[in-house]
């Protein structure tokens, strides 16, 4: 059964740094690209940033370029989200998600990051 | 950028009607690499329709996906009750692989 479990999530102050973790199984890792996505609460979705399969490719929404880093493990079947210089408005769920192609087909079950002071 | 424009923004039907949602890119969508998620109140969204007009594994065949170039369209034949929920489009072929602002379909 293919999962996808969520962690790092948590409450930061502006300025500050997290990294989110999304661990898989259940499908061959390193095969498929992976997806970055939030969600500010009550709001639409905003994709943030995805990794091809072998990580040698990445792209970023501009919202979050530069500041955030994908980055994935596929010896751990893990993918990461660096994220820095947070501000109030990157508090949102994060949702890691599968690619087939680069259409999101299995979704995590989201993590909150809160940024406040 | 690909901006894309979801109408209307709320649908209300009772359950046994059609709904059809519009997705409208500003610009053309690359191999209609466009596809539609269904999100309900607390969850993950969860992907309906793949490449314009796929249904994703599970999915029922009342919903089926339309549309090329810039304009797409989402259908449910007959809603149940469980298909009340919030919808986005999403083109998957040129970063940043952009959302719409959703179409919610409630309850009349």
């Known amino acids: 059964e293919l999962q996808l479990v969520q962690s790092g999530g948590g409450v930061v102050q502006p300025g500050g740094s997290l990294r989110l973790s999304c661990a898989v199984s259940?499908?061959?890792?390193?095969?498929?690209?992976m997806h970055w996505v939030r969600q500010a609460p009550g709001k639409g979705l905003e994709w943030v940033s995805l990794i091809t399969g072998d990580g040698s490719s990445t792209f970023y929404a501009d919202s979050v370029k530069g500041r955030f880093t994908i980055s994935r493990d596929n010896s751990k079947n893990s993918l990461y989200l660096q994220m820095k210089s947070l501000r109030t408005e990157d508090t949102a769920f994060y949702y890691c998600a599968k690619a087939s192609g680069w259409t999101a087909d299995h979704w995590g079950p989201g993590t909150l990051v809160t940024v406040s002071s | 950028e690909i901006v894309l424009t979801q109408s209307p923004g709320t649908l209300s039907l009772s359950p046994g009607e059609r709904a059809t949602l519009s997705c409208r890119a500003s610009?053309?969508?690359?191999?209609?690499?466009l596809a539609w998620y269904q999100q309900k109140p607390g969850q993950a969204p969860r992907l309906v329709i793949d490449d314009a007009s796929r249904r994703a594994s599970g999915v029922p065949d009342r919903f089926s996906g339309s549309g090329s170039g810039t304009d797409f369209t989402l259908t449910i034949s007959r809603l149940e009750p469980e298909d009340f929920a919030v919808y986005y489009c999403q083109q998957c072929a040129t970063p940043p692989l952009t959302f719409g602002g959703g179409t919610k379909v409630e309850v009349k």
């Open positions: 610009q053309t969508v690359g191999n209609n690499y």
């Open positions: 259940g499908f061959t890792f390193g095969d498929y690209a």
